[in-house]
């Protein structure tokens, strides 16, 4: 089936360390979107990437990475500069003629 | 610069009564509006999307929503409430951001559904 995947879908890090979650689609989507959720706060954009090569910061991208080399791969890195990094994470991409979002089931990440 | 306001941050009301979830937007020309539905744990998934023409919306699982652009709100709403519809729901306009597409989300309402 086509869709969004997401791994892990449960990381523990420690305070100082890097980790990357992966986000993968066989969907054909141009466009990409990394999105932070916390409680009560709904989706915040991280880094939306609209095409191969290309990517642009969203609203609270300090202190996480992307890159966008495949079509079919967005992966986020969240660095040890990134002070409160515990939360879940949703990766996205958008319906090439339906203005939909499509999304995956999500990465929660804890730091210890 | 746009924004989503849902006012109602929990809702619980009783299975079998009927639904209606609150949303407001700010936005400078004809929104597209957007209603996502999502489980504990998991990803959003679509229930509607409004985009133009008829203001009266239908989508999945039984929902619908109306687009009243002189009070600039979007509701949700549903006749009869089944416990499977517990969850979280977001409402999102857009599009936004020059030469691009962003969706703007609003900060969810939670239902709970009493047996």
């Known amino acids: 089936d086509g869709g969004i995947t997401q791994s892990p879908k449960y990381l523990f890090r420690k305070e100082g360390q890097n980790v990357t979650l992966s986000c993968e689609q066989n969907l054909n989507h141009d466009a990409m979107y990394w999105y932070r959720q916390d409680p009560g706060q709904g989706l915040r954009l991280i880094y939306y990437s609209q095409i191969v090569n290309d990517f642009q910061k969203g609203d609270i991208a300090e202190g996480y990475s992307v890159s966008r080399e495949k079509k079919e791969s967005f992966p986020l890195t969240v660095t040890s500069a990134q002070k409160n990094p515990t939360a879940f994470y949703l990766c996205?991409?958008?319906?090439?003629?339906?203005?939909?979002?499509?999304f995956g089931e999500g990465s929660r990440l804890t730091v210890l | 610069a746009q924004s989503v306001t849902q006012p109602d941050i929990h809702i619980t009301v009783s299975e079998g009564a009927s639904l209606e979830l609150r949303c407001n937007y700010s936005?400078?020309?004809?929104?597209?509006l957007f209603w996502y539905v999502q489980s504990p744990g998991q990803g959003l998934q679509l229930l509607l999307k409004?985009?133009?023409?008829?203001?009266l919306v239908q989508g999945i699982k039984g929902f619908e929503a109306e687009f009243k652009r002189s009070q600039s709100s979007f509701n949700l709403r549903k006749p009869s409430v089944h416990w499977s519809d517990a969850a979280e729901y977001f409402c999102?306009?857009?599009?936004?951001?020059?030469?691009?597409?962003?969706?703007?989300f609003g900060k969810g309402t939670k239902l709970s559904v009493i047996p």
């Open positions: 996205a991409s958008l319906g090439q003629n339906t203005g939909e979002l499509f």
């Open positions: 409004y985009f133009s023409g008829d203001t």
């Open positions: 999102a306009v857009g599009p936004s951001g020059a030469g691009s597409y962003q969706l703007t």
């Open positions: 936005y400078g020309a004809t929104p597209y």
